[in-house]
């Protein structure tokens, strides 16, 4: 009798076909359809990116007090950020050590320590295990900690990552892109309002939908009441002349303002330069130019930090592969992606308020989440559109355009990049 060892399943199967698919890839095109249908790119892709790279899960403000902890799914893991007494921000694979029962249970809650509720095996918030009856006189508890998950805090933005040695360049991705959102004071924040929702698509074309704003006039008309969607490409033509000067010659004035008042805001972009690919860029707001609402106006009376005026226009933050920001003078809005299937996609929407901010006096809720409830339902949308038409047989990779899509260009450059250096391994 033959036995046939198992694949790994931390190790998808990568054949010459998927390796043919990844090195065919037609440069300044959509992906091909297997890259959205296909489990075994979906099973590369949770190992190749989810499980390799720095991934945006939360905010500090999710756990704000010693014991409190949130728990992230990312495809097979699951993984327990917690706060613990001295303040620092933990993270260990959701897994006890004694016969693998899932610990916590719940998205999120305080605990005093974290508690297997099978054999009430007792872990401390620093992840050692502190109590485990009846395993005898020889038994080290030293070696059954929980497993460490690596986690950083970009600000107060929270990410992970999965692998053993990640990768190395966080330390300047923080030196270049904390300088952007320090003044905001997210540490000093709390979430408002956190939406998840479920499209049926795939991961990548919700991506792909957010590193363009081709769509946003004909799509998004509650956003496009104040961002400006000349900021994210538009083709020069002489019916639009006039209107690119104006916005350039405002962004120019408004920069300069915000730079003299400490406030970095020229363009960075790393999206397909980097292992952490990452764009970002503070950009002039329409109508009010306060904030991302329906008047263009703040949506929160309290100011983020120690700011004094109001119009500092939206601090877009991008970072590869699953996550977007829009940092404001009143308020933060955070987007984090997740694939549960080849066709299947959580997004994570947290919208955040100072911390004295008072609801239905500073600021109210259904005002405050207006833009973003309607443009994520729009794109929602779009996403399952795309998703249906990459199923049809006749669906063929598309050509970007050079001026309104050279962002996706960049998240598909990233994307096929880490996929060819996983294969080279």
Same mark, same amino acid.
């Given at each position: 009798?033959?036995i +046939?060892? $198992?694949?790994?399943p931390s190790r998808?199967r990568v054949?010459?076909?998927l390796r043919?698919?990844?090195a ?10 297997p ?5 075994q790119?979906?099973?590369l892709d949770?190992?190749?990116i989810?499980?390799?790279?720095? +991934?945006?899960v939360?905010?500090?403000p999710d756990?704000?007090e010693p014991?409190d902890y949130?728990t ?7 993984v ?6 001295? &303040?620092q921000?933990r ?5 006890c050590?004694?016969? #693998?029962s899932?610990l916590?249970?719940?998205q999120?809650?305080s605990?005093?320590n ?5 054999h009430q ?7 050692k /295990?502190?109590?485990?009856e009846h395993m005898g006189? #020889?038994?080290?508890?030293?070696a059954h ?6 986690v950083?805090?970009?600000?107060g /933005?929270?990410?992970i990552c999965?692998?053993d040695?990640p990768p190395?360049?966080f330390?300047?991705l923080?030196?270049e892109?904390e300088? @952007?959102?320090?003044?905001h004071?997210?540490?000093?924040c709390k +979430?408002?309002?956190? +939406?998840?929702i479920?499209?049926?698509g ?9 590193r363009e704003c @081709?769509h946003?006039?004909?799509n998004?008309?509650?956003?496009t009441?104040?961002l400006?969607?000349?900021g ?8 639009n002349?006039q &209107? ?5 010659a405002?962004?120019?004035?408004l920069e300069?303002e915000?730079?003299a008042?400490g /406030?970095?805001?020229?363009?960075l972009d790393?999206?397909?330069e980097r292992?952490?690919? @990452?764009r970002v860029r503070r ?5 009010? =130019? ?9 949506a929160?009376r309290?100011l983020l930090?120690?700011f004094q005026?109001?119009?500092?226009g939206g601090?877009s933050f991008?970072?590869q592969?699953?996550?977007?920001f829009?940092f404001m ?6 987007f984090?992606v997740? $694939?549960?299937?080849p066709e299947k996609?959580?997004?994570?929407t947290?919208?955040?308020v ?6 239905h006096?500073? @600021?109210?809720?259904e005002?405050?989440?207006a833009?973003?409830?309607a443009?994520?339902?729009q794109?929602?949308a779009?996403v399952?559109?795309?998703q ?9 990779? =598309?050509?970007y ?5 050279g962002?996706?260009e ?5 994307y096929?990049g880490r ?6 391994e």
């Amino acid at each position: 009798m033959n036995i +046939i060892a $198992p694949l790994s399943p931390s190790r998808p199967r990568v054949d010459d076909a998927l390796r043919a698919l990844i090195a065919n890839r037609v440069p300044g095109h959509s992906l091909d359809a297997p890259f959205y249908l296909s489990q075994q790119v979906f099973d590369l892709d949770m190992e190749a990116i989810f499980a390799r790279h720095w +991934i945006h899960v939360a905010v500090e403000p999710d756990i704000p007090e010693p014991g409190d902890y949130i728990t992230v799914d990312v495809g097979r893991h699951s993984v327990v950020i917690v706060r613990d007494d001295d &303040q620092q921000i933990r993270a260990f694979h959701n897994v006890c050590r004694h016969r #693998g029962s899932r610990l916590c249970q719940e998205q999120q809650g305080s605990v005093g320590n974290l508690v297997c509720p099978y054999h009430q095996w007792t872990y401390t918030l620093d992840g050692k /295990l502190a109590y485990a009856e009846h395993m005898g006189a #020889g038994f080290d508890k030293r070696a059954h900690g929980l497993k460490p998950v690596h986690v950083q805090s970009l600000a107060g /933005l929270l990410f992970i990552c999965l692998a053993d040695t990640p990768p190395t360049d966080f330390a300047r991705l923080r030196d270049e892109v904390e300088p @952007y959102l320090l003044p905001h004071h997210l540490n000093d924040c709390k +979430i408002a309002a956190q +939406i998840d929702i479920i499209e049926e698509g795939n991961w990548k074309l919700t991506m792909e939908n957010n590193r363009e704003c @081709y769509h946003c006039a004909a799509n998004h008309p509650e956003l496009t009441i104040s961002l400006f969607e000349y900021g994210f490409g538009y083709q020069p033509s002489a019916a639009n002349a006039q &209107q690119l000067a104006d916005f350039d010659a405002l962004s120019q004035r408004l920069e300069s303002e915000w730079q003299a008042d400490g /406030l970095p805001s020229s363009e960075l972009d790393c999206l397909d330069e980097r292992i952490t690919g @990452y764009r970002v860029r503070r950009l002039p707001l329409d109508r009010a =130019g306060e904030s991302e609402t329906l008047d263009g106006r703040v949506a929160s009376r309290k100011l983020l930090g120690n700011f004094q005026r109001a119009d500092l226009g939206g601090l877009s933050f991008w970072t590869q592969p699953n996550a977007w920001f829009h940092f404001m003078s009143d308020h933060i809005v955070t987007f984090s992606v997740l $694939p549960i299937a080849p066709e299947k996609t959580l997004v994570r929407t947290t919208w955040l308020v100072h911390k004295d901010a008072r609801e239905h006096e500073d @600021y109210d809720v259904e005002n405050l989440t207006a833009v973003w409830r309607a443009t994520n339902s729009q794109d929602r949308a779009l996403v399952e559109m795309s998703q249906q038409g990459v199923r049809n047989p006749a669906y063929q990779p =598309g050509p970007y355009s050079p001026y309104a899509e050279g962002l996706v260009e960049k998240f598909c450059n990233w994307y096929v990049g880490r996929l060819t250096a996983y294969c080279l391994e």
